[in-house]
């Protein structure tokens, strides 16, 4: 069954720290989308990337990047020297190409950014 | 281009009270979804659909009912609103690798 899982609840760090958000995910299928948004405290959805199962380059955008690994099915956000205006909620996303594009979201991660 | 518009912003309802959520996009999607978004929760599909004239369940369709008349459109309709369903609600439209979502609205059954 789809599921994905975000372990972290709530992450404090420092500006300029770097952080990593964890991603796990299970999936039946070999075609799928994986999806990183992000909520600020205002309440949108902020999309951030999309990676397609089959292509596990790593990706690298400014200060955020991400690490798929199929072998752990993982797709983990790092966000190096963090910025107060990181602060937000972030969502793993998963989407089965072939389930009439549903996206099943995991429950987030909180991160504050401490000036 | 507007892209996903959703209205009201925000909306308080006594309980037994009906609404409806509007939603609609200009960019000729075929797909619509809605979801709702719980405190300290991702979010959950409510109903989705893949056409006018198309609608399907989504994880928690209980409490809610849809309909999609044309492809810009696709309003969701509470019949007798209950507390449980207090919530943010974010409307989408898109496809698998490309969803564009709503700014929300904030609904609060009292």
């Known amino acids: 069954a789809q599921k994905v899982t975000q372990a972290q609840t709530e992450i404090s760090v420092v500006e300029k720290e770097d952080v990593t958000l964890d991603c796990v995910y299970e999936t039946r299928d070999t075609t799928y989308y994986l999806f990183w948004y992000k909520q600020p405290p205002s309440g949108e959805l902020v999309f951030l990337i999309r990676r397609n199962s089959f292509d596990e380059q790593n990706e690298i955008s400014g200060r955020y990047s991400w690490n798929f690994q199929k072998s752990t099915s993982s797709f983990n956000f790092t966000i190096t020297a963090s910025q107060v205006v990181d602060s937000a909620v972030y969502f793993c996303?998963?989407?089965?190409?072939?389930?009439?594009?549903?996206?099943?979201f995991g429950k987030g991660t909180r991160l504050h950014i401490l000036p | 281009n507007a892209g996903v518009t959703q209205t009201p912003k925000f909306r308080i309802l006594k309980i037994g009270q009906s609404m409806t959520l509007q939603c609609t996009q200009d960019?000729?999607?075929?797909?619509m979804y809605w979801y709702r978004q719980d405190p300290g929760m991702g979010l959950k599909l409510i109903y989705y659909s893949v056409g006018a004239g198309i609608t399907d369940k989504g994880e928690v369709p209980n409490g809610y009912n849809v309909s999609r008349s044309t492809t810009e459109d696709f309003p969701l309709r509470l019949e007798l609103a209950a507390p449980s369903q207090t919530s943010v609600y974010f409307c989408a439209s898109g496809r698998t690798y490309e969803q564009y979502f709503g700014p929300g609205t904030r609904l609060t059954v009292t």
């Open positions: 960019m000729n999607h075929n797909y």
């Open positions: 996303a998963l989407s089965e190409a072939e389930r009439d594009d549903k996206i099943i």
